[in-house]
C-alpha cells in the first residue's frame, strides 16, 4: 500500500462536519463513529447523539474497530431510529453483505465512508512493552509509541500494519452516502493476497491439526468473536447455545470449541469479508484469520466471489447455478 | 517444428524399402526435418504381444524412450509397427503405475510423452491437405485408384481416433489432394489375409482375391496401400495367387508415399516402382501421357475459342468502318 | 460354524474391531439410498465399515452435521445425493453442491486429509456405480487408518 | 419411553448372514427397549398381528421393525402400528436386508452391522414425535402427456369414468408410432383399423380435450395440485379455421422430408401427416417453406378455402390446473446410421430400418403397400423394382452393449417375423427372405406361434448369426454374415435389407423427466417407483406411467399398462380430499430471527412472513405447499426450522449412536 499521506486530521474534520450536519438536520438520531480510549494509545467506537458532541469523534490508523457491528443489534432499537455511521474499506463490505441480506433498512442508514490507508496492530506494538502503552502517534512512515514510564520507541509503520491492512485491495469503502476526504488510491491489481495463510496451508494436516487442537484449547467460550462479527446476527437465539439441536455440546474443550468455531464459520460463510473484527475481539489470540481468509480463497477460487463488493449481488449460499464449475461427478 | 523420430522397422529395412525411400523422399522436398531412432528394436508386432503383455509393451517403449531423444513426435510409417507403438504411448501415457512397472524393466526408463503419428495421420496434420493440393506438378488426373487401408490404419477407433473405422477417407483425402482419381469402393478395410497367410495360405489368397477383383470392379488402375505387409499379399503374391485360384489378375498395387512422389514431380525410378513385381510403370505412364493429350485437348479447344472471338471482334470493327463511310456519303 | 455363530452374538466383529474404520455414509431418499437399495437387491457385495444415515434430500445436509460425525469419531464421511439435475425437489442438490464443495475445500485447513470425506452423485438406477463409489472411497479411508484427530 | 423392536429373518434372505435372533436379544439392552422379538416373516399377516399385539399388551409407544428397505415396507409397518393405535409416525425401519444382510457374506459382521442399524433405528425412533396428516382439495382435471396409443387408451378409460383429461400431444396429430404401422402381430390384423377409431373417440369424447402440436414446458405444485405450462406450438394455420381439405398440401411447391414416412417419401412444407390424422389440421414447416425461406409464395394462403393460413401466428402460453399427471411420451427408433458403420451408414440406399419398411408395407404408405427397391424409386424412367431377396437383421440397437444398447427392445424379433411374412405375401411366395438373428424371443401369448408359421407355413429363412458387413456390389447389396449353427461364412446378395432397429427413449425424455422431477434410468426410460409393487407410479406422488416411456413394449403390454394406469389415477382422484405427508419443515418462531433465508432457498415457496401480535414478523411454512426437502432446514442458521420425521437432532443421534463405543 502506498505511504501514508498522514492528512488524518482532515478526514476527521470532514468527519465531524458530516456527523454534525446529519445530527442537526435530523437525518440521523445518533452517529456511531470512532472515539479516544480512555488513553492515547488506543480508539475505540463512541456513539454521538448531539451536535455539540461531534468534536468527540476521532480519526486516525489507530480506529479499527468495525462499527457495522452495531447496526446489526442496534438497527431495531429504538425500531425507528435513524443511524449514522462511519465506515473504512473492509467496513464498508460487511455492511455490504447485510445490505445484499436486507438485514439493515438502508433507508434509515447514513453512511460516511473514510478512506483508509492501513490500521496499526496495537496488539503486536504493546507486546513490546514489559507494561502499558499509553501513546500511539502515527507520522507519515513512523509510529511513535510511550509506555507509561515515558519510555518511546520509534517503528515503520508499514511493519506494524494489521495483516489484512497490508494486503487489503480495498481501502475504499464501496457503499457509503458521503466520503469524508479524497479518496486513496487502490492498487492496479485487485486480485486478492493470501500471503497470511499461505504457510499455514502448507503444512502436512497432521501438524494442522494438531495446530488447530492447540489454538482452540485456549478458547474459553467468552463469544467476543461473534459478537464483535458484524455478518452474524442470531444472538441469544445462536444455535451454539441451544440444546434442540445439540450442535455444540457445553462442555469447553477443543473439539466442542472447534466445532463452535466451525457453526460461525458456516454460517458467515459468503458473507464475512475477513475484516478482522473477530481476531481483534478474541482475548486469548485464537487466529481465526486461517479460517476465514481460507474460506475466502476458495470462494474466489470456487465461485470468483468475494464477498461485500458488489450491491446487486446475492449472497452465494441463498442461491446456485446450475453450471458451477464444482461437483458435476 | 521440432525434430521428429522416423521409425522404419524391420519391413522398411528390406521387404518395402520402396515404402521407406518413397517415404523419405516425399517428407524430404515437404520440408520436414526428421531423424532416424537410434538404436531401435523391434516393435513387437504380430507375435510379442499375443505372448506376454508387459514385455510387449516394454518393447514398444524402449522406441519411444529412443524417440524421445529426438523430439516429441515418432513417425512410423509402417501400421504394424505404429499400432504397437500407439498402443504403448497410450497405456503407458496414462497409467503412471504401468510406467513404473515397465521402467522397472527397462535398461533405462522411459520419462518423455512421445506422440505416435501413422503416416497418413501425419501428412494430413502436419503438412495439410491444402498445402498439398498446391504442391504436384505431374497431373496425375487419369490415374484411378483405390485406397486399400487394411486391418490396421483406421481400427480401433479408441487408438487412431478414426470414428468411421469401415469407410475411413483419409487416405483418399490424400490421394486427391496428390492429384490422382481417387475411386470410390468398399474393401477400404478389408482382411487381406495377412495373419493366415503363412499358415493357411488358401484362406489368404481367397481374401486377397477379393480385394483384387474388388479394384477391378471399381475400375481402378492401381490400388494403394500404405502397408507392406498388405503390400506382399496383394502385389508380391498375386502370381501365386492367380496359378492356386485360377485367376488372371494384374493390379498393380502402389505405396500412398509413392503416388505423393509421383505427384510431386519424382520419377518413376526414384519412386523404386521397378520394385513391385507387378509392373506399375505402363499404368503409370499411360495414366500421364492422356493426362497430356487431355490437357493438350484442352488447350486445342481454348485457342479454337479465342480465334473464334477474335474474328467475330474483326468483323464488327469492319462493319462499323462500313457505317461510317455511309453516314459520310 | 458353531463358533460362527457364537462370534454373531458376541461383539468380536465389532465395528471398532482391529483394522476396522468407521464411515458414515449420508444418502439422499430418492436416488442414492434407492441405488444402494438396488446393490443390495442385486446382491452387489460392500465394505463392512459403512453405515448409513437417510435424509429425504442432500439439500436438508448441513456441513456442521459432517464436522458433528467427524467429531463423534467418525474415519470419513460420504455424502450422495441425485445427479444435477435430477434432484427430487429440483434445486436440493444445487444448493448442497455448494455447502459440501466448500467443506470439502476447508477440511484439509482443520487437519483432514482430503480422503476422509467425498461428497458424489448416485441414480436409483446406479446399483454397480454405488457399489463401486463405496468400495473405493472406503478403501480409500482404510488406507489412512482410523483418525488419532485432537482438533475435531 | 416404551420402544418395541422387531426383527425379521425374512425366511433365509436376512437370517441367512445376521443373526435375527441373537441382535433381538441384544437389542433389549439399548435405552427405552422394553420389548424384542424376532419374526420369520415380519411384513406377513402372523408377523403384523405380532407387532400389534406387542403394542397393545406391553403399551409401546414407538416401533422399530428391522427388516427390509423402508422404500419397500414402511407403507406397510405404519399402517399396521396404526391399526394397534399408535401414530403411524412413532415407527421407524431399520434396513438389515438391501443394506446388510444382501451386501455381506460373514454371519458374524453382517449380525454386528445389522445391530448397529438397529441401534441407529432405535435412537432416531427416540426422536421421532406424533405426526397428523393434513388434508388438501384434489383436483380432478388429469393430464396426460403423448397421444401415441398408451395415452388414448388412458385418456378414454379416464373419460370414460367422468374425469376431464387433457391430452398434449407433440405431434400435429395423435395416433404416435402405432398410427405408422401397417399391420400388427401376432394376429396380422390391420394397425389403423384397431387405432383410428379410438382416436375419433378420442377427439369426439366430451371429456377429452386434445392439444396437439402442444409441448409441457413446466410443471409446479403436487399431487393433487399441479400447475402445468404448456405451449401451443405455432403451426402458422389457424385451427380453429382450418377444415383439414388438404387443398394447401396439394397445391404447396415446396417439398419437405416426410417424418411421418420416415423420410422414405417426401411431403409439403404445409403438410397433414396422415389422412386418418386427429385432428385433421394443417401446419407448416417453417425450415422448407418458400415464404419464409425465400419470401415469395403464398400459395397456400390463396388456395385455402377457408383462410386458415396465418404466417404471423406465434407460440401460445397457457396454464392448466391438474390432480394428476400421466406420462406416455414412448419412444424413437434407434438412430442406426450414427452407429453401425460396417452396415454403411445409411449410404446404401437398399438398407432401411424396420419402420421405414413398415411404411412401405402400409396401403397408405409412399408405395401404397408395394415393395420395391429405394435404389429404383421415385426417379425418371426407371420402373421402381421388386425385391427378389430380402434380409432382415436383428437387434440393431439391442443387445448390443457396443452401442450403448445392452436392453432387448422387446418388439423386434416378432415385427421382423410379421415384415417376413408380409414380404413373402406382397412380393409373392418366391421371394427369398432371410432373418439373421442373436435368439429368438417369442414370449407373449401367440408369439412362438407366429414365429413358427413365417418359418414353416411361408419358409422364412432364419440364420442363427450376425451380419458383419453390407456393401454394394453388382447392383445388389452383399450381406456377409455368419451362421453359427453351421459354423460358416454366408454370403446372400440381397435386393433389400431391412434393419431391425431397436427402440430407444425418446428424444428429450430425459429433459422431461426433470421438468416433472421424476426419476429415469442410464437410456433416458422413466423409472417406475418398484417393479412389482408400484410398476406404474413414479417416485414423485401423482404422476403415472403407460406405455414404452418406462421401457420398450409391444402394443399389447402398453394398452394393459395403460388402462392400468387409468385404474391407479382414478384410485387417486376417487378421493375429495388428499393426505399429505406431515413429514414437513416446522417453524419454531419463537427462536426465528427474521433473516428470511428459508424465503430465499425454498424451491416450492412453502415459507411465509407471518405478523405476530407485537407486530413483528416470523417465518412461517405453508404446510400444504411444503414437500418436506428439508433445504429451508439445512439453511436457517439458528435451526429454528426443523423437519418432522427427520429432525435435526435425529440426524445427530443416529451418528452419535453408531459411532459411541
Known amino acids: 500500500m502506498s505511504p501514508a499521506n498522514g492528512n488524518y486530521k482532515a478526514v476527521e474534520q470532514r468527519i465531524r462536519e458530516l456527523a454534525r450536519t446529519a445530527l442537526e438536520e435530523g437525518r440521523v438520531d445518533y452517529f456511531i463513529g470512532w472515539t479516544a480510549g480512555y488513553n492515547e494509545s488506543e480508539v475505540i467506537p463512541g456513539f454521538v447523539r448531539s451536535a455539540d458532541k461531534v468534536d468527540d469523534l476521532v480519526w486516525n490508523p489507530l480506529a479499527a474497530y468495525n462499527l457495522t457491528t452495531f447496526l446489526k443489534r442496534k438497527m431495531p432499537d429504538p425500531p425507528q431510529a435513524k443511524i449514522g455511521l462511519a465506515v473504512k474499506g473492509c467496513d464498508s463490505r460487511t455492511l455490504v453483505s447485510l445490505l445484499q441480506e436486507e438485514l439493515v433498512d438502508r433507508e434509515r442508514l447514513y453512511v460516511v465512508g473514510v478512506p483508509c490507508e492501513g490500521i496499526v496492530n496495537r496488539r503486536a506494538i504493546s507486546k513490546m512493552f514489559a507494561n502499558e502503552v499509553v501513546k500511539i502517534e502515527v507520522e507519515g512512515d513512523t509510529i511513535t509509541v510511550t509506555n507509561q514510564d515515558g519510555e518511546t520507541k520509534q517503528l515503520a509503520r508499514e511493519e506494524y500494519l494489521l495483516d489484512h491492512c497490508r494486503s487489503c485491495k480495498y481501502p475504499n469503502p464501496r457503499y457509503f452516502d458521503d466520503l469524508a476526504g479524497e479518496a486513496v488510491t487502490e492498487p492496479e491489481d485487485q486480485t486478492p493476497m493470501w500471503r497470511e495463510i499461505e504457510e499455514f496451508e502448507a503444512l502436512p494436516e497432521k501438524e494442522k491439526d494438531r495446530l488447530m487442537a492447540e489454538a482452540f484449547e485456549k478458547c474459553i467460550r467468552c463469544y467476543a468473536c461473534i459478537n464483535a462479527c458484524p455478518v452474524c446476527y442470531c444472538w441469544d437465539n445462536c444455535v451454539c447455545r441451544s440444546r434442540q439441536p445439540k450442535l455444540v455440546g457445553q462442555k469447553v474443550n477443543a473439539q466442542e470449541n472447534l466445532m463452535f468455531q466451525m457453526v460461525h464459520m458456516f454460517h458467515v460463510a459468503g458473507r464475512c469479508p475477513s475484516c478482522g473484527n473477530c481476531d481483534r475481539a478474541c482475548p486469548v489470540e485464537i487466529p481465526l484469520y486461517l479460517l476465514h481468509r481460507k474460506m475466502n480463497k476458495e470462494l474466489k477460487e470456487m465461485l470468483d466471489f468475494e464477498p461485500g463488493i458488489d450491491l446487486e449481488q446475492k449472497p452465494v449460499f441463498q442461491t446456485f447455478d446450475v453450471n458451477d464449475p464444482f461437483g458435476q461427478h | 517444428m521440432a525434430g521428429v523420430a522416423y521409425y522404419p522397422g524391420c519391413s522398411l529395412r528390406h521387404s518395402a524399402i520402396e515404402f521407406d525411400r518413397s517415404t523419405r523422399i516425399v517428407l524430404e522436398s515437404l520440408g520436414i526435418d526428421y531423424e532416424v531412432v537410434k538404436d531401435w528394436t523391434c516393435c513387437g508386432a504380430s507375435p510379442a504381444h499375443m505372448t506376454n503383455h508387459l514385455l510387449a509393451q516394454a518393447l514398444a517403449t524402449r522406441n519411444l524412450r529412443q524417440a524421445a531423444k529426438i523430439g516429441e513426435e515418432l513417425l512410423a510409417p509402417c501400421p504394424a509397427c505404429y499400432q504397437r507403438e500407439k498402443n504403448a504411448e497410450v497405456e503407458v501415457h496414462a497409467d503412471a503405475d504401468f510406467r513404473a512397472e515397465v521402467n522397472e524393466i527397462m535398461d533405462e526408463p522411459y520419462t518423455g510423452e512421445v506422440r505416435v503419428w501413422s503416416l497418413p495421420e501425419f501428412l494430413k496434420e502436419k503438412v495439410g491437405l491444402a498445402t498439398l493440393a498446391k504442391l504436384p506438378t505431374t497431373d496425375l488426373s487419369q490415374l484411378k485408384v483405390v485406397p486399400y487401408y487394411g486391418c490396421l490404419l483406421a481400427r480401433p477407433t479408441e487408438l487412431t481416433g478414426e470414428c468411421d473405422t469401415e469407410q475411413p477417407m483419409i487416405m483418399d483425402q490424400l490421394l486427391a489432394a496428390a492429384g490422382a482419381d481417387v475411386v470410390w469402393w468398399n474393401y477400404k478395410t478389408e482382411c487381406c489375409g495377412a495373419s493366415v497367410g503363412v499358415p493357411n495360405k488358401i484362406i489368404q489368397q481367397r481374401l486377397s482375391e477379393k480385394i483384387l477383383s474388388q479394384a477391378e470392379e471399381a475400375g481402378a488402375d492401381a490400388i494403394v496401400a500404405a502397408c507392406p505387409l498388405c503390400h506382399q499379399n496383394l502385389d508380391m503374391r498375386q502370381h501365386q495367387l492367380n496359378d492356386a485360384m485360377g485367376t488372371s489378375h494384374h493390379m498393380p498395387v502402389l505405396y500412398l508415399t509413392q503416388v505423393i512422389g509421383l505427384g510431386l514431380g519424382f520419377t518413376v525410378k526414384e519412386m523404386m516402382l521397378d520394385k513391385h513385381l507387378i509392373d506399375p510403370t505402363p499404368v503409370v505412364e499411360r495414366a500421364i501421357a492422356k493426362a497430356a493429350e487431355v490437357r493438350a485437348e484442352a488447350e486445342r479447344k481454348a485457342q479454337e475459342a479465342a480465334e473464334k472471338a477474335r474474328k467475330k471482334a474483326e468483323r464488327k470493327k469492319q462493319e462499323a468502318k462500313a457505317k461510317n463511310v455511309e453516314e459520310r456519303e | ?152 | 419411553m416404551r420402544i418395541g423392536v422387531f426383527v425379521c429373518h425374512c425366511g433365509t434372505n436376512i437370517a441367512a448372514t445376521v443373526d435375527s435372533e441373537g441382535i433381538a436379544a441384544r437389542a433389549g439392552e439399548l435405552k427405552g427397549v422394553v420389548h424384542t422379538e424376532d419374526i420369520i416373516y415380519t411384513c406377513s399377516e402372523p408377523g403384523q398381528q405380532a407387532i400389534q399385539q406387542a403394542i397393545r399388551e406391553k403399551n409401546l409407544d414407538r416401533v422399530v421393525v428391522a427388516a427390509c428397505s423402508p422404500h419397500m415396507h414402511e407403507v406397510t409397518f405404519r399402517r399396521t402400528v396404526e391399526g394397534a393405535g399408535l401414530n403411524p409416525y412413532l415407527f421407524e425401519m431399520a434396513n438389515i436386508r438391501e443394506h446388510c444382510s444382501w451386501i455381506h457374506a460373514d454371519k458374524p459382521e453382517g449380525s454386528e452391522k445389522a445391530y448397529d442399524l438397529i441401534k441407529m433405528a432405535v435412537a432416531k425412533v427416540r426422536d421421532l414425535e406424533p405426526l397428523y396428516a393434513n388434508e388438501v382439495e384434489v383436483n380432478k382435471d388429469v393430464l396426460v402427456i403423448g397421444g401415441g396409443v398408451a395415452g388414448i387408451q388412458t385418456a378414454l378409460d379416464l373419460a370414460e369414468a367422468g374425469l376431464k383429461v387433457t391430452v398434449v400431444e407433440k405431434e400435429t396429430t395423435i395416433g404416435g408410432t402405432m398410427a405408422q404401422l401397417d399391420k400388427t402381430f401376432p394376429t396380422i390384423d390391420c394397425s389403423a383399423c384397431i387405432l383410428t377409431p379410438r382416436m375419433v373417440d378420442c377427439a369426439q369424447h366430451e371429456n377429452i380435450e386434445i392439444m396437439a402440436y402442444s409441448e409441457v414446458d413446466r410443471v409446479q405444485g403436487y399431487v393433487g395440485n399441479f400447475t402445468v405450462d404448456i405451449r401451443k406450438k405455432a403451426s402458422m394455420v389457424d385451427w380453429d379455421k382450418c377444415i383439414g381439405c388438404e387443398l394447401c398440401q396439394q397445391k404447396c411447391p415446396a417439398k419437405a422430408p416426410d417424418a411421418f414416412n420416415e423420410g422414405i417419401a417426401t411431403t409439403k412444407a404445409i403438410y397433414i401427416p396422415f389422412p386418418q390424422a386427429v385432428p385433421k389440421r394443417a401446419a407448416i414447416q417453417v425450415d422448407y417453406c418458400r415464404w419464409f425461406q425465400e419470401g415469395k409464395c403464398r400459395v397456400c394462403e390463396r388456395v385455402c378455402p377457408a383462410d386458415a393460413i396465418d404466417y404471423e401466428q406465434q407460440d401460445e402460453y397457457m396454464q392448466k390446473e391438474f390432480g394428476a399427471i400421466v406420462v406416455a411420451t414412448g419412444q424413437d427408433v434407434f438412430p442406426w446410421e450414427e452407429y453401425y458403420h460396417e452396415y454403411g451408414s445409411g449410404r446404401i440406399p437398399d438398407v432401411i430400418s424396420g419402420l421405414q419398411y413398415e411404411r412401405m408395407l402400409n396401403a397408405s404408405g409412399p408405395t401404397h403397400g408395394h415393395v420395391v427397391r429405394p435404389s429404383t424409386m421415385g426417379q425418371k424412367d426407371v420402373e421402381p423394382e421388386e425385391p427378389k431377396t430380402v434380409v432382415f437383421i436383428q437387434c440393431i440397437g439391442s443387445r448390443d452393449e457396443s452401442v450403448g444398447r445392452p436392453y432387448c427392445s422387446n418388439v423386434c424379433c416378432m415385427y421382423t417375423a410379421k415384415q417376413a411374412i408380409l414380404t413373402k405375401d406382397h412380393v409373392g411366395m418366391e421371394t427369398e427372405v432371410y432373418v439373421f438373428y442373436i435368439d429368438i424371443r417369442a414370449f407373449g401369448k401367440g408369439y412362438e406361434e407366429f414365429v413358427k408359421r413365417a418359418q414353416t407355413e411361408f419358409g422364412v429363412k432364419y440364420v442363427r448369426g450376425r451380419v458383419s458387413k453390407l456393401y454394394e456390389e453388382r447392383g445388389k447389396v452383399k450381406v456377409r454374415g455368419m451362421d453359427t449353427l453351421l459354423g460358416k461364412q454366408v454370403e446372400i446378395d440381397a435386393d433389400l435389407v431391412v434393419l431391425a432397429s431397436g427402440i430407444t427413449a425418446a428424444d428429450g425424455a430425459s429433459e422431461l423427466a426433470q421438468r416433472l422431477n421424476i426419476s429415469y434410468d442410464q437410456y433416458g426410460f422413466f423409472k417406475e417407483s418398484h417393479p412389482k409393487l408400484r410398476p406404474l407410479e413414479t417416485n414423485t406422488a401423482g404422476i403415472f406411467l403407460a406405455g414404452a416411456c418406462q421401457a420398450p413394449k409391444d402394443i399389447p403390454t402398453t394398452v394393459a399398462q395403460a388402462s392400468g394406469t387409468a385404474a391407479k389415477v382414478l384410485g387417486l382422484l376417487a378421493k375429495d380430499k388428499l393426505k399429505t405427508s406431515p413429514m414437513i419443515a416446522r417453524v419454531d418462531q419463537s427462536r426465528c430471527v427474521s433473516c428470511w433465508k428459508c424465503i430465499e432457498v425454498c424451491p416450492f415457496g412453502a415459507p411465509e412472513k407471518e405478523e405476530l401480535r407485537d407486530g413483528s414478523y416470523k417465518s412461517h411454512i405453508i404446510e400444504t405447499v411444503c414437500q418436506g426437502c428439508g433445504i429451508c432446514v439445512a439453511t436457517c442458521p439458528v435451526n429454528c426450522i426443523d423437519l418432522k420425521g427427520f429432525g435435526t437432532q435425529s440426524v445427530l443421534d443416529q451418528i452419535e449412536e453408531v459411532l459411541l463405543t
Open chain 3, 1 to 152: 460354524m458353531a463358533q460362527a455363530t457364537e462370534k454373531a452374538t458376541g461383539t468380536t466383529a465389532s465395528w471398532d474391531g482391529e483394522g476396522r474404520v468407521k464411515v458414515v455414509g449420508i444418502l439422499c431418499n430418492w436416488c442414492s439410498y434407492a441405488g444402494a437399495d438396488g446393490a443390495g437387491t442385486a446382491r452387489l457385495r460392500q465394505p463392512f465399515d459403512f453405515r448409513i444415515v437417510r435424509v429425504p434430500c442432500t439439500g436438508r445436509i448441513d456441513p456442521l452435521h459432517i464436522l458433528k460425525a467427524f467429531e463423534k469419531g467418525a474415519d470419513g464421511v460420504l455424502v450422495s445425493g441425485c445427479h444435477p439435475g435430477d434432484c427430487h425437489y429440483a434445486e436440493g442438490n444445487y444448493y448442497a453442491r455448494r455447502k459440501l464443495e466448500l467443506l470439502e475445500r476447508m477440511l484439509p485447513q482443520l487437519g483432514f486429509e482430503p480422503e476422509r470425506f467425498k461428497y458424489t452423485w448416485v441414480s436409483a438406477s446406479e446399483a454397480q456405480r454405488w457399489q463401486q463409489v463405496v468400495t473405493e472411497f472406503i478403501k480409500g479411508v482404510e488406507k489412512l487408518g482410523p483418525r488419532e484427530g485432537r482438533a475435531l
